[in-house]
Structures are given as structure tokens and as C-alpha cells.
């Protein structure tokens, strides 16, 4: 039972090539970097001893949590009162998105992702 999981791609893999097939894969390149930047950052976090701080610390888990419920009541209202991309006229001409833009989305969405593992993993 394992072992298909260990060889199937992860989520960050999934990202980055879901970037790559939409947008082309140099923006793919740029969708990678920021998956690296946000494991250096915990790399940086966990040499430092910071992040047994923040996960020891009651308050600090209160104030992600809250900031976290609050973005998804953020988007939740943006999909219900927005426009959908789905009934809007299909283009042949491929979107068009910073490079930069992709790596900030690619770090937060690693830093995200490792947050949730370090609060729920030690579960015992």
C-alpha cells in the first residue's frame, strides 16, 4: 500500500507542473523557485529554532489560525459575488502572468502547506 504512494507525485510536483501545461514551462521554472524559496524558509526556521517556538506557542497557532479562516471567508465571498471564469467568453490567446507572480504564489502556497503539516503530523 506504500509503496504507490511513495512514487507518486506530491502536491508541489502537481503544482508546478499544473503551472508549466497552463501557462508554459518557463513560467514553470519560476513556479519551482518559489516551491524552493519556501522550503529554504523553514530550512531557515528550523536551523534558527524558530519553528519549535511558533509551534509550542498557544497564541501565535491562534493568530495563523484566524488569519487563515479569515482568507477562506475572504474567497469564499469573492467566489460567490464575483464573476465566474466559467461563463466568460474563451480566448485563443494564452494568459498572460508574471513570472514573479507565480513565485510568490508557489512560496506561499509551500509555506501554507508545511504549516498544515507541522499542526496536524505530531497528532498523536
Known sequence: MEIPLCLTPGP???????????????KSI???LGILTGNAFYFILSATGLAALVKTSHDAFLVVKWIGAGYLVFIGLRMIF????ALAEKSDTPIEVRGSRILILACLYRM???ALQSCFHDQA
Open 12 to 26: 508541489a510536483v502537481l503544482f508546478v507542473f499544473a503551472h508549466g501545461l497552463r501557462y508554459g514551462a518557463a
Open 112 to 114: 501554507v502547506r508545511k
Open 82 to 85: 464575483g464573476k465566474s471564469a
Open 30 to 32: 519560476w513556479a519551482n
